[in-house]
Every structure is written in structure tokens, then in C-alpha cells.
């Protein structure tokens, strides 16, 4: 069974570029949710996609958007970026369903630096 | 608004010791789920266990056992014997009732065990 993997590793952007993440989720799972992470800090839910379509949303910019792939992998794209964007960006799959909490499994989670 | 609160930044003990790590949550959700998720230096947060509102019952695993007490709004984790490869940020958190079953996180105990 293959895991949650993410790409880039890490990224190094300037203030006001575009960065896209990519992640592939655990075989079997249909739920991506994705989550930033500040240094010394818990990770903050972003958004999660459910079979493609955006399933919820926490407290973020529209700056920061998403995909879901027909493989369920997945893509968070983040425009304009600032400073404090700078954060360990941890992916998680489920396999979701309504009604029921699925335990989410996270990747390795790509360190952005935001200069 | 959920609320996850670690209230322990950082904790020191030497190998063998048992150890807690508390938890205590706030959610006016009647139907929640309770989480624990260990952070090793390389990045990737593991799963560790997740318990429904309606189990009360403390469970056992090795040498870590959970503690869920709905009276006090808390599910603290023990470790017994405690290892150098226990080392690690320790992360509680709460699942909602909502469709997206985002977790709120804690800001988490880093946990330190000397040899």
C-alpha cells in the first residue's frame, strides 16, 4: 500500500510569485485535505476535496486554491505570495464518506520559504 | 468554534518514565472525534489514534494508553517506559460533525526523553 507522498520537498519563492503543491494519495482513499503549518505551531486546515469537488474551507484567502484529479491526487496552488505564507504544507488523505470520520493520513509535507 | 487546548509546551523526562501529555477540547457538537498524531524532526505527522464522543472507554496500546473523560472535556495520552525514539511534538486534535471533518489542531507538547 503506497503512502501519501508530496511534491516539491522544498520550495524557496519570492514575495508575490505563484507556487503549485502536488499530492498523491493513499491507494484506496478519496479525500484530500490540505493544511499549513508555522513553525512551533499546529497545522491550520486550508480546504478539503471530496471525489473533486472543494468539500469545505477554513479561514484562508481565495489567493489559495485547489484541485482534485480524477486519481484523487491533488494540487494546492497559492498566488501573490506573502511572507507569512512561509509554513510546512502538510497534505492528508481520508477515504471519506457522509456521515463518517475517516482518520486522516499525512504526507511528508512541503517545506515553502517565502523570501 | 472548536478549541483544541495542549497547555504543555514542553516536556523533559528521562528514559523509563511514564509521562502525560494533556488535552482538553471545547466543541458544542454532540457527535465529535478526538485524535492524537505524533510529529517525529522529519516532518510527517503519524497517526496514533482516534476515538468517537460516544466511546468513553480508555484504550491501551503497548505502551501508550488514552485517557477520554467527556466530564472534563479531556483525552490525555500516557506513555509508559518511555523511549528516546519517543521523542517528538505530540499533537491533539478535534474532528466536527461537519461533512469536511476538518481537524483543529492543538499547538502541541514537544515531549523530550534523555537517555
Known amino acids: 500500500e503506497t503512502g501519501v507522498t508530496q511534491s516539491p520537498t522544498h520550495l524557496i519563492k519570492t514575495r508575490g510569485q505563484q507556487v503549485t503543491l502536488r499530492c498523491s494519495s493513499q491507494?484506496?482513499?478519496?479525500?484530500v485535505s490540505w493544511y499549513q503549518q508555522a513553525l512551533g505551531q499546529g497545522p491550520q486546515f486550508i480546504f478539503q476535496y471530496y471525489r473533486e469537488e472543494e468539500n469545505g474551507r477554513g479561514n484562508f484567502p481565495p489567493r489559495f486554491s485547489g484541485l482534485q484529479f480524477p486519481n484523487y491526487s491533488s494540487e494546492l496552488n497559492v498566488n501573490a505570495l506573502e511572507l507569512d505564507d512561509s509554513a510546512l504544507y502538510l497534505c492528508?488523505?481520508?477515504?471519506?464518506?457522509?456521515?463518517?470520520?475517516?482518520?486522516?493520513?499525512f504526507g511528508p509535507g512541503t517545506r515553502l520559504t517565502v523570501t | 468554534a472548536q478549541k483544541v487546548t495542549q497547555a504543555q509546551t514542553e516536556i523533559s523526562v528521562v528514559e523509563k518514565e511514564d509521562v502525560t501529555l494533556d488535552c482538553v477540547y471545547e466543541t458544542r457538537d454532540t457527535t465529535y472525534y478526538l485524535f492524537w498524531y505524533k510529529q517525529p524532526p522529519s516532518g510527517e505527522l503519524v497517526f496514533l489514534i482516534r476515538r468517537n464522543s460516544f466511546d468513553e472507554q480508555n484504550e491501551i496500546s503497548g505502551r501508550y494508553s488514552w485517557n477520554f473523560q467527556k466530564s472534563t472535556s479531556s483525552f490525555n495520552f500516557t506513555i509508559t517506559a518511555s523511549q528516546v525514539v519517543d521523542s517528538a511534538v505530540y499533537f491533539c486534535a478535534l474532528s466536527d460533525s461537519g461533512s469536511a471533518r476538518q481537524l483543529t489542531f492543538g499547538s502541541g507538547t514537544q515531549l523530550t526523553v534523555l537517555p
Open positions: 491507494s484506496g482513499h478519496n479525500t
Open positions: 492528508a488523505s481520508s477515504l471519506g464518506a457522509r456521515g463518517l470520520s475517516y482518520e486522516q493520513y
